[in-house]
């Protein structure tokens, strides 16, 4: 249970923190601004409590609570710690309804965006923060408006083109911030001008950035993204230039120590295949033996086998003489008993829930 007004004094101190950067204690005598800064971590931290409970994030938005964060983000005086607080209470607050989401890019985004752009300047901790903060607005099933969109994509590139390539965290929120914005068609113009392209290229074939995703495990969603993200924009040149589907699948077809779950990174490669109806991608894809690792997992993996079977149907009404022999060549068994398997599979599934 909150107490009655407690909501509203913590953003009295927190609006006069900002306002005049000092605050005076019941007795009348002014703080240290380290003992303030404390007091603000700490109302910020009640903030975020209050803040995740049914119903109080809209009421802690009607006290004007995203002007009074967007105030403490702007204040220079203040300390990495209230960023972060800041950036949690932020993040909790985008997971309430769409209409409150945009206030908060309306009246935050300018600041997050003057941030990042000088990143160079700022502390690494609040850009990974503050980047994971954009992401955050991404993820959520209602897409953005193209003109924040637009925004966005200069910052972010720049965020790629600085970025240091041994942290792979920090890559995953950039790289999910790009697909954000080049899922919107008008965007792909002006993200190909800014030649980001050959930026990502150039991670896909850093041998050291390929084996450190390796050492810990996060390749598989990690380079399978890449891939599905010249694949759905249909970059040809880009995904052959990576060589990023050769090293993936040799990987597996070689059982390459350190692996994840290979149903994990065969459900991955399922995920991107499933849609692709470019006549050159497949043709690469077949290439690179697609079929060769789809059939052995065919082989090995009952759960997965109605699905493997599926995109081995797709490429065979593509290309029916090449993949039948490549199925034959593999001893990949025939696609009826896949459907068989699938059906029975299925059904007792069914039954056991």
């Known amino acids: ?17 900002c306002v005049s950067k000092s605050y005076k204690n019941s007795h009348g005598c002014e703080i240290s601004s380290e003992k303030l ?29 995203i002007p009074m964060i967007n105030s403490l983000l702007k204040n220079s005086l203040l300390n990495s710690v209230i960023i972060y607080e800041c950036s949690k209470l932020l993040s909790i607050l985008i997971s309430d309804s769409f209409s409150v989401r945009l206030q908060i ?9 003057n941030h990042l752009n000088n990143c160079e300047r700022i502390p690494m901790e609040i850009v990974k923060w503050e980047t994971e903060l954009l992401a955050g607005f991404m993820r959520k099933k209602e897409k953005l408006p193209v003109e924040y969109l637009k925004i966005m994509l200069p910052t972010v590139g720049k965020l790629l083109l600085a970025l240091d390539t041994s942290d792979v ?8 911030c790009l697909s954000a914005i080049t899922s919107e068609a008008e ?3 002006i993200f190909m001008e800014m030649n980001l392209t050959n930026r990502i290229i150039s991670l896909c074939r850093n041998q050291d950035y390929l084996n450190l995703l390796i050492v810990i495990q996060f390749h598989v969603k990690e380079v399978c993204w890449y891939i599905s993200f010249f694949i759905s924009k249909n970059f040809i040149k880009e995904l052959k230039e990576s060589e990023l589907v050769p090293w993936l699948f040799d990987s ?3 059982k390459v120590e350190n692996l994840p779950a290979k149903s994990e990174m065969i459900t991955s490669i399922i995920d991107w295949c499933k849609d692709v109806t470019n006549v050159e991608i497949m043709n690469y894809l077949l290439e690179m033996n697609i079929v060769q ?11 997965l086998r109605g699905m493997c079977g599926k995109v081995l149907l797709q490429f065979l009404k593509f290309n029916k003489e090449k993949v039948s022999l490549l199925m034959n060549n593999f001893e990949i068994i025939e696609l009826e008993d896949l459907h068989y398997q699938r059906e029975r599979y299925d059904n007792r599934k069914r039954v056991e829930y």
């Open 37 to 65: 800064n404390l007091l603000c971590i700490q109302s910020i931290r009640t903030l975020s409590s209050i803040a995740s409970r049914p119903n109080q994030s809209e009421y802690l938005v009607s006290l004007g609570c």
């Open 105 to 113: 890019l309306e009246e935050v985004l300018p600041t997050l965006l």
């Open 1 to 17: 249970m909150i107490r009655v007004g407690i909501p509203e004094k913590l953003m009295q101190l927190l609006d006069q923190a």
């Open 169 to 176: 965290g920090f890559l995953t929120q950039i790289m999910f």
């Open 293 to 303: 690792v789809i059939g052995e997992e065919i082989r090995e993996n009952y759960v």
């Open 187 to 189: 965007l792909v113009p």
């Open 252 to 254: 597996i077809l070689k």
